[in-house]
């Protein structure tokens, strides 16, 4: 039972991840999905499958190289010299993605609680500052509140929008390019995956047991795949009104009374701060290779560049942005698919790195 606990912990610390500003506002899926029509529950699913394979072998390959941060991932991968250029280039990826989701957090205070979209931005980072020295620890457990609840919410909204006479188009016809919409999934899961490393790769280097590792990304794959699909049929059933908005699931969710989107806001606020959280400990755990700094001196000096970064905007940052660092991230899926070492045994742990 204990392995099991300790599956079902990766599990939710894979599905906070990947489920950020983007993912819990519904944005990232109607980018991603819902755009394409009756393609997009097919979409999903390869989508889901990608995320189960290519996430136990992450966590697999990281255990059996011992990585203690994801640029010993990319080194293994890419070779010394062009995985250390790998690894800076994924820092600055990492670095913009977190300002979207310091952003998205500043939109929820802004268009939902009607306070100030700069007072959420410094609430946002003091709670990350502070959360962030408590280590992978706090992150696992944070995670493993949240990600249950969001499934169990978007359900919730699911159930409720689907079944209605006026529920909308879940089979329209999709109107993007081929090329488009067969590109879709593999954009969306390289992205994604490649940006999970930065708490996958040391998580699955602290924990190293295979059958735990596999049994994690088998059931955070499946769960991030649900979240989809519940997410692009309740999308669906509201086209064309919430299109260009924000924060298109708060909209879905006020129909259904001031609780409900109470919850709702206040539990996308909590996907983006786990996701911020998660990508902040990896970038802190790779400059840590590079520099004597303490970790409160780069967690602040990171948070400080994601609040310029995050003057910006949330919607402009999160169109421009993701699509672009999708494609880039194609020749890291490539790479880590290709990768043939983990066709044999991962040896026992010798010591936990986290």
């Known amino acids: 039972m204990a392995g099991w606990w300790r599956s079902v912990q990766i599990a939710f610390t894979f599905i906070g991840t990947v489920v950020g500003a983007g993912f819990a506002s519904g944005r990232e899926v109607m980018q991603f ?4 029509g009756h393609w997009g529950p097919v979409l999903i699913l390869l989508a889901t499958a990608i995320f189960v394979w290519v996430g136990a072998k992450m966590m697999l390959l990281s255990a059996r190289i011992r990585a203690s941060s994801y640029e010993d991932l990319n080194k293994y991968l890419f070779g010394e010299r062009l995985g250390r ?23 929820v205070f802004s268009e939902h609680l009607h306070l100030n979209f700069q007072f959420g931005l ?25 990600a249950p609840l969001m499934i169990m919410f978007s359900i919730y909204l699911l159930v409720h929008t689907v079944p209605e006479p006026d529920s909308g188009p879940f089979a329209a016809a999709n109107t993007a390019s081929p090329l488009a919409t067969g590109m879709s999934p593999f954009l969306y899961a390289a992205f994604n995956l490649s940006l999970a490393q930065a708490v996958l790769v040391p998580l699955g280097s602290a924990i190293g047991d295979s059958q735990t590792l596999r049994r994690g990304a088998w059931l955070g794959g499946i769960g991030i795949g649900l979240l989809l699909l519940a997410s692009h049929f309740t999308l669906s059933s509201r086209l064309p009104d919430i299109t260009g908005l924000n924060i298109p699931m708060a909209r879905i969710a006020e129909q259904f009374g001031i609780w409900v989107h109470g919850l709702y806001i206040l539990l996308i ?6 996701t911020l959280i998660s990508d902040l400990y990896g970038m802190i755990r790779q400059l840590q290779q590079h520099t004597r700094l303490h970790d409160n001196v780069l967690a602040a000096g990171l948070l400080l560049l994601c609040f310029a970064i995050g003057q910006f905007g949330f919607g402009k940052l999160l169109s421009t942005l993701y699509p672009l660092f999708g494609l880039l991230s194609l020749g890291w899926l490539y790479l880590i698919c290709q990768d043939r070492l983990l066709r044999r045994d991962l040896p026992p742990p010798s010591a936990p790195n986290a």
Request: a positive charge; one cysteine or more; aromatic letters at 10%.
């Open 269 to 274: 606020y909590s996907e983006i701060f786990t």
């Open 122 to 146: 410094l609430v946002t980072m003091l709670a990350c500052f502070l959360l962030l020295r408590k280590g992978m620890s706090a992150i696992v457990a944070v995670n493993t509140v949240i």
């Open 33 to 36: 999905f819902t755009r394409f």
């Open 85 to 107: 250029i790998a690894s800076h280039f994924m820092l600055v990826i990492l670095l913009a993605v977190n300002a979207v989701m310091l952003a998205g957090a500043g939109a």
